[in-house]
C-alpha cells in the first residue's frame, strides 16, 4: 500500500490494518513453532546424510534460514505498523487542528 493511499484511510481503516498485519505476524510465528516442533520430533536418518557434521550442517542451514525469514517478516510488520500509528497520530492531530480552528 502506498503513503498516500494510507494518508486516504481513515482512523477506524488504518487501525484495522494494523490489526491485520499483527494478526498475520502471530499466525506466521505460530507456524514456525510448529514446523520448528516438528523438525525437532523427527528422527535424522545419519545413514542419508552421511556424517553427524553433515548433518549439523544441514541443521543450522535451516533454522537459520526459518529464523531469518521470520525476522524478515516480523521487522516489514513492525514497520508497517510504526507507519500506521504514525499517520493515524499525524490524522488525528490534524482532525484536531481542524476542529479547533473551527471552533
Do not use: W
Not at 28 to 43: I, P, S, V
Amino acid at each position: 500500500m502506498t503513503e498516500k493511499e494510507l494518508r486516504k484511510l481513515n482512523r477506524y481503516q488504518l487501525l484495522e490494518l494494523l490489526v491485520m498485519q499483527t494478526e498475520r505476524a502471530e499466525k506466521l510465528q505460530k507456524q514456525l513453532e510448529r514446523a520448528e516442533a516438528q523438525f525437532n520430533d523427527q528422527d535424522i536418518r545419519l545413514t542419508a546424510l552421511g556424517s553427524i557434521a553433515e548433518a549439523s550442517l544441514q541443521l543450522h542451514g535451516v533454522f537459520e534460514a526459518a529464523q531469518a525469514a521470520a525476522d524478515a517478516y516480523l521487522e516489514s510488520a513492525r514497520t508497517q505498523a510504526e507507519e500506521i500509528l504514525e499517520n493515524a497520530r499525524k490524522k488525528a492531530e490534524q482532525i484536531l487542528t481542524e476542529a479547533q480552528n473551527s471552533l
